[in-house]
């Protein structure tokens, strides 16, 4: 069996010769800019959940602290990492720091708020001021 980089130069090669070298290139570099955008679409979305929050990044991700502003952040990060940046519920638990199973139980708890209650009704505002901000941004 073939290792992997002897793999990726041969099917590199491959789509040079199909498609050309600039092309190839071109292609490379949109789907490089797709990884930066989502890298920044996510440091936004933590950035400005913290913010809103009034915590910092570092209790939002290493906190040990059972506070309302903690837990309304992680929940509101989580929906927001997985409607904005189309992340699995693993790969927001690695960003996040969690485990999975908190973070599939903070997105169905956050997903389906009821704006009859007053405290859903003010998270519901602040996820879509911190989602209307990262779409700004990226305009």
């Known amino acids: 069996m073939k290792n992997t980089s002897t793999k990726l130069i041969e099917v590199l090669f491959k789509t040079i010769d199909r498609v050309g070298i600039k092309k190839t290139i071109k292609v490379l570099e949109v789907s490089q800019k797709d990884i930066n955008h989502n890298k920044h679409l996510q440091d936004l979305i933590i950035l400005n959940t913290c913010n809103k929050f009034g915590i910092t990044e570092k209790t939002l991700l290493f906190g040990r602290q059972n506070i309302a ?70 305009k």
């Open 69 to 138: 502003n903690r837990t309304n952040a992680i929940g509101v990060c989580s929906v927001l990492l997985s409607r904005l940046c189309k992340l699995s519920q693993r790969e927001i638990s690695y960003i996040l720091h969690k485990e999975p199973t908190n973070i599939n139980k903070y997105i169905k708890k956050f997903e389906h708020l009821d704006a009859q209650f007053k405290n859903d009704k003010e998270l519901i505002i602040i996820i879509n001021d911190i989602e209307k901000e990262c779409n700004e941004y990226f």
